[in-house]
């Protein structure tokens, strides 16, 4: 599971359904391995309990024990950890290295934790919530206002595949690339309140993510007319809810009276990050919904 682009209709309806009922321990008595490039407060924490959850041992990796690509070729460690675990899981800056992993290890699935191109856990969390909230994905519009970048790109791959519709509002410069804005529901503009416009769900991320602090004046001033504010959500359905992936800067990309208002639907959407790695985890080993 690198991306959600690669996955059918089905098997994320599966995963999703998995991740609202009792998957059982398909784990027991195994590990996890989880690799950490980066380090994350959600990811760590809702991917070890949904290991545990399952029956299963995680074993937390740092990038420095293992040397991936120095000390040791990103191949040799996929193969070695796969002695030892049923799923191999990694958080990495390049995502070539997932595609590494998987390619040496046939056997042994590889689990993106997050890439530099996709996250298809958040994404997965963020369709968990919609569904959740509205009943139904099928139809929902969904605004993501700011960067196209990973958590955009599987939220718009995974919302294209489940029929709804997927509006990115972002400046010059940080737009999707043809592959992602041609899928079928996917539009994007450069105009923040005509894409929130009806919308059931406003989404926005952090406008400087981790890597990216050499560019963080240039981000912040390209992206200060896209603060999700109450303005902002007044374009979007009365009932609409707000998204964030989390961590957020408040005053920054979202406003406090947004993020901790009525509307805000993120601690829902961050406790889903646990019941979407379970049911991801579950549909890897088998395990039918």
Not at 89 to 98: E, F, T
Not at 126 to 137: A, V, Y
Not at 142 to 154: E, K, L, P, Y
Not at 164 to 169: C, I, R
Request: with cysteine.
């Amino acid at each position: 599971m690198l991306t959600l682009a690669e996955m059918s209709r089905e098997t994320i309806e599966a995963m999703l359904s998995l991740a609202e009922g009792d998957c059982g321990r398909p784990l027991e008595g195994k590990g996890v391995a989880l690799l950490f490039e980066k380090p994350s407060a959600r990811t760590r924490h809702s991917m070890e309990m949904a290991v545990v959850a399952l029956g299963g041992h995680p074993v937390y990796v740092r990038a420095d024990e293992v040397g991936i690509g120095g000390r040791e070729s990103v191949e040799d460690i996929a193969r070695t950890l796969a002695c030892y675990h049923a799923i191999v899981a990694a958080r990495v800056k390049d995502h070539g290295v997932l595609e590494a992993m998987q390619a040496a290890t046939q056997e042994t699935p590889v689990l993106n934790m997050l890439s530099d191109i996709a996250h298809p856990l958040q994404g997965l969390a963020d369709l968990l919530t919609i569904k959740q909230l509205r009943g139904s994905i099928e139809g929902a519009k969904i605004a993501f206002i700011g960067d196209g970048n990973n958590v955009a790109r599987s939220l718009a791959e995974g919302a294209s595949k489940l029929g709804a519709e997927f509006v990115l509002a972002a400046p010059e410069g940080y737009a999707f690339e043809e592959a992602t804005a041609s899928l079928p529901s996917v539009s994007q503009t450069d105009d923040p309140a005509a894409a929130t416009q009806g919308a059931d769900f406003v989404y926005t991320d952090v406008w400087v993510s981790m890597g990216q602090d050499g560019e963080g004046e240039a981000r912040r001033e390209a992206f200060l007319p896209y603060q999700v504010d109450e303005a902002l959500m007044a374009h979007a359905d009365e009932d609409a809810k707000f998204l964030h992936c989390l961590p957020a800067i408040r005053g920054q990309e979202v406003s406090a009276s947004v993020i901790d208002g009525p509307q805000s639907a993120v601690w829902r959407q961050a406790e889903n990050r646990l019941h979407s790695a379970r049911g991801a985890m579950a549909y890897l080993l088998g395990v039918q919904p």
